[in-house]
Nanobody, 119 residues
Framework: VQLVESGGGLVQPGGSLRLSCAAS????????MRWYRQAPGKEREWVAT????????NYGDSMKGRFTISRDNAKNTVYLQMNSLEPEDTAVYYC?????????????WGQGTQVTVST
């Protein structure tokens, strides 16, 4: 099983980034996918969730209206479009897969991708 995040980097405040998480080794479409983030010195924070079929996206309060989670089951990939980025969004972003379906039997993590919002 692998989850490989990409798309992180340095961006100025107000800018945008699109993160990707490519999955392999499990039946992607049957897993709920989530993004989390962890800033230096802080606990890991939930960012967004999307169901296996791509429905019911939901977001942490500080991300609503700025971030969009989506998935392409044909490509086994989940995305996080981040707009209007703020310095407070600086963190390592991780994708997470939990499933299959609602069992929650398996829980997988990627290695993370760094997002830095700074001038």
């Amino acid at each position: 099983v692998q989850l490989v995040e990409s798309g992180g980097g340095l961006v100025q405040p107000g800018g945008s980034l699109r993160l990707s998480c490519a999955a392999s080794g499990f039946t992607f479409s049957t897993y709920v996918m989530r993004w989390y983030r962890q800033a230096p010195g802080k606990e890991r924070e939930w960012v967004a969730t999307i169901t296996g079929a791509g429905g019911m996206p939901n977001y942490g309060d500080s991300m609503k209206g700025r971030f969009t989670i989506s998935r392409d089951n044909a490509k086994n990939t989940v995305y996080l479009q981040m707009n209007s980025l703020e310095p407070e969004d600086t963190a390592v972003y991780y994708c997470n897969a939990q499933g299959p379906h609602l069992t929650g039997r398996y829980n997988y993590w990627g290695q993370g991708t760094q997002v830095t919002v700074s001038t």
